[in-house]
């Protein structure tokens, strides 16, 4: 078991040509599954979701900024949805936490069976009005060769995408973590020659992580013979930003007629973040605030906007 705590890593050759982020993802994908209650086969497909959006959180600039990723398949799992923040603070969740199939015939878990065919969409969120939403098809289910696909298809970056979760016998896992390699425009023929030849070569990530190596070291085994800069790290780690405001918000979003239906109720309302589990629950007393809250906004917002 890797005992170094989980954290993103970025580097780069140094003509700046490629651009590397490598990420030991072990407890942030072990603390997804307790969290979930998750079987193996949807631990590892939101394991390897929850990595690829700690990797990508490397090309954020501003603090403010997200990604999510949804995957939205028709497999059994049905779909994943991950957020990232720009400090690789993740958090995520699957539609049906209890999927567990036949392994595949490599002996794998099938993650591409869970998943399905499907679309996967990217929207980041760099704190501007409108955030940017790209969206392919799902080219194989497998989640790594999908983030992959969306970079070249819709972000014209040719990228490398290795994502791996190892699961014991026992059904805890025993690492996670992976590699997103990216080049950058004008990268030279040898070097995109290189690369190739280094990936042809490269081991799965679970592999490589159980040689308990730091990444500095896993990224120089995969990418040798050319000199690398280390730049910076992040610590990389399982958190939701969910709170009571926030579920009062969703409340106040559901609109007059089922706050309406809930306040009939007079019975408590339980909201539960699909992202942590965390249960909220409203007293009769607090729907009925709110929903003279939201009358009060519907009958102002109909003062400023008369009908003609």
């Keep these: 078991m890797n005992n170094m705590k989980d954290y993103m890593l970025r580097a780069m050759t140094k003509d700046g040509q490629v651009r590397i982020y490598a990420a030991l993802t072990t407890d942030t994908a072990a603390c997804a599954k307790d969290v979930h209650q998750m079987y193996p086969t949807s631990a590892v497909a939101l394991g390897r979701t929850l990595t690829a959006a700690a990797l990508m959180s490397g090309t954020l600039k501003s603090e403010k900024s997200t990604i999510t990723i949804q995957i939205k398949g028709d497999g059994p799992l049905g779909s994943i949805v991950v957020v ?39 929207v980041t969120d760099l704190g501007l009005k409108e955030p940017y939403v790209g969206r392919v098809k799902l080219v194989s289910g497998e989640i790594a060769e999908d983030i992959t696909y969306y970079y070249a298809a819709s972000e014209q970056t040719p990228t490398v995408t290795s994502l791996g979760v190892l699961v014991g016998r ?25 690369l190739e030849k280094c990936v042809e070569s490269m081991p799965p990530v679970t592999k490589l992580l159980e040689s308990e190596n730091s990444l500095e070291q896993i990224i120089e085994e995969v990418l040798p013979g050319r000199e690398l800069i ?3 790290t992040k610590p990389v780690k399982y958190q939701c930003n969910c709170s009571r405001e926030r579920m009062e918000r969703n409340l106040l979003s559901l609109g007059i007629d089922d706050l309406e239906e809930l306040a009939a109720d007079k019975k408590e309302t339980e909201l ?37």
């Excluded at 805890?172 to 040898?190: H, K, R, T, V």
């Excluded at 409203?282 to 009958?299: A, V, W, Y």
């Design 84 to 122: 990232t923040d720009a400090n690789s603070n993740v958090r995520g969740y699957v539609h049906n936490p209890y999927v567990d199939i036949l392994l595949n015939d490599k002996g794998k878990f099938d993650i591409a069976g869970a998943v399905g065919k499907g679309y996967l969409n990217v």
């Design 230 to 232: 280390f730049l910076d």
């Design 272 to 308: 539960i973040c699909h992202f942590c589990r965390t249960k909220y629950v409203f007293q009769p007393s607090e729907i009925d605030n709110i929903l003279s809250q939201t009358r009060k906004e519907n009958i102002s917002e109909a003062d400023e906007n008369p009908k003609e």
């Design 170 to 194: 026992d059904g805890n896992i025993i690492n996670a973590g992976g590699l997103f390699i990216q080049l950058m425009p004008g990268c030279s023929e040898e070097n995109i020659s290189w």
